[in-house]
């Protein structure tokens, strides 16, 4: 009888996904939560038979049982906000109906498994519930013994950790705390404009700046037809890889050709690098105030090339108003490779394919330009019109999760 309401109440496989930081939000945790059901349930949309939950500050996904799990769980893990996931079994809240599902849910275990030692951790969420955790652990420990001959229980190293969930009418049952990337849910630290190359540092920041809920939208620019068409389409690639995390986005595509053209005509050649990085932070700038976004996003990180020195950041800001974010700024090469890696952008970004910056490329860039020189340079060039010609003859592209 028990067996088959156990059954019963788990004909759906069943996911507990919990919070990280946005449990810590006082007053505004009712909002974030909403923001996340809202994006698990978007990212979960394509598959049909599924149904996304708040309860007790916990959200519990049902899926259909034919449903691929594993599938189901790696688009949940992509949620920012998500800390941890687990599958679960579902029971109801006696100690009866608690033994005889962690009975049947470890002899599952120890076949697809091959577990031979375990420990129960209960927790009551419930605090009328009659027996206290360590009680509960203790007996439902000894049941599963009882019902499960070949296990034994080791409290120090076991092959499984038994979660035993304690709530108020239901209890869940589980083992795997799948991490998720923390993070805040998308949507609740307003919008940025990212200058997206075809590096391997701009997917990152972007990554990580849409990881603290940031909206994003993009700009990248070319120097066609000295960068190809494919180099464009790489960047794309990356873009809607980066999409799968952040949903859909706009992509500007500008032309930075003709202010190339004239800053190698016109100014000093070891300061045509970072006279191209000014012009690119102020189209930049105007696109973002233009779509409503309110930052600027890049890959830069401290002393990794000639334009990223502290004397050439400083000239680069100065070219805007905008706040530039730049969350790679004190980061070591190797971990930007290793997150490049971890969130699937690192193999397109090392496909070698030209960029607008290695187009013009000065045999000695100056690496501690001086504000006031490089001012009287722009100086020769009609600035406001070429930064505006670019911005007019922009392209927009919608990218769409890979
Ligand atoms: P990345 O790996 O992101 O290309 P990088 O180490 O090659 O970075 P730079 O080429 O100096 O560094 O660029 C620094 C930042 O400027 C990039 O991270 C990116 O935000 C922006 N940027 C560079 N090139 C482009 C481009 N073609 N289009 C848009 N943004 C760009
Ligand atoms: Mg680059």
């Known amino acids: 009888m028990r067996g088959e309401m156990n059954e019963e109440m788990n004909k759906e496989s069943i996911f507990i996904v919990r919070c990280g930081e946005v449990a810590l939000k006082g007053m505004n945790k009712p909002y974030f939560e909403r923001m996340l059901v809202e994006r698990i349930r978007k990212l979960l949309k394509k598959f049909d038979g599924i149904s996304v939950k708040r309860q007790e500050g916990l959200i519990f996904v049902r899926a259909d049982k034919r449903l691929d799990k594993q599938a189901i769980i790696k688009e949940i893990s992509k949620v920012f906000g998500v800390a941890s996931i687990s599958p679960a079994v579902e029971c109801e809240s006696t100690m009866e109906a608690i033994g005889e599902a962690a009975v049947a849910y470890m002899l599952e275990t120890i076949e697809e498994r091959g577990v031979r030692t375990f420990k129960v951790e209960a927790k009551r969420a419930d605090k009328n519930f009659p027996v206290k955790s360590p009680d509960i652990g203790r007996q439902i420990g000894a049941v599963v013994l009882k019902g499960c001959k070949v296990l034994k229980v080791d409290v120090h190293h076991p092959d499984c950790l038994l979660f035993v969930d304690v709530r108020h009418d239901r209890s869940y049952i589980y083992q795997d705390k799948i991490a998720g990337f923390g993070g805040l849910p998308l949507g609740t630290n307003g919008k940025g404009l990212s200058l997206l190359s075809g590096g391997i540092d701009s997917p990152v920041a972007t990554w990580m700046m849409a990881k603290r809920g940031m909206m994003i939208e993009a700009v990248h620019f070319h120097s066609?037809?000295?960068?190809?068409?494919?180099?464009?389409?790489?960047?794309?690639?990356?873009?809607?890889?980066?999409?799968?995390?952040?949903?859909?986005?706009?992509?500007?595509?500008?032309?930075?050709?003709?202010?190339?053209e004239q800053i190698v005509e016109n100014c000093p050649e070891e300061e045509t690098t970072i006279l191209v990085r000014r012009f690119m932070m102020r189209i930049a700038q105007k696109i973002a105030q233009n779509t409503g976004c309110?930052?600027?996003?890049?890959?830069?990180?401290?002393?990794?090339?000639?334009?990223?020195?502290?004397?050439?950041?400083?000239?680069?800001?100065?070219?805007?108003?905008?706040?530039?974010?730049?969350?790679?700024?004190?980061?070591?090469?190797?971990d930007i490779m290793d997150k490049a890696q971890e969130i699937g952008t690192y193999e397109t970004s090392i496909q070698p394919y030209e960029d607008c910056c290695t187009v013009f490329l000065p045999k000695h860039p100056v690496t501690k330009p001086k504000l006031e020189r490089i001012l009287a340079s722009e100086a020769k060039l009609d600035c406001d019109a070429l930064i505006e010609a670019a911005v007019c003859a922009a392209e927009v592209i919608d990218i769409f999760p890979v």
């Open 224 to 260: 066609y037809p000295y960068t190809s068409q494919r180099a464009q389409e790489k960047v794309e690639e990356l873009a809607g890889i980066v999409a799968t995390y952040c949903g859909r986005f706009k992509m500007h595509v500008v032309n930075l050709l003709p202010i190339q």
């Open 294 to 334: 309110g930052m600027l996003i890049t890959g830069e990180n401290l002393g990794q090339v000639a334009s990223q020195t502290a004397e050439s950041l400083m000239v680069t800001d100065a070219s805007v108003t905008m706040p530039v974010m730049r969350p790679l700024i004190a980061m070591d090469k190797v």
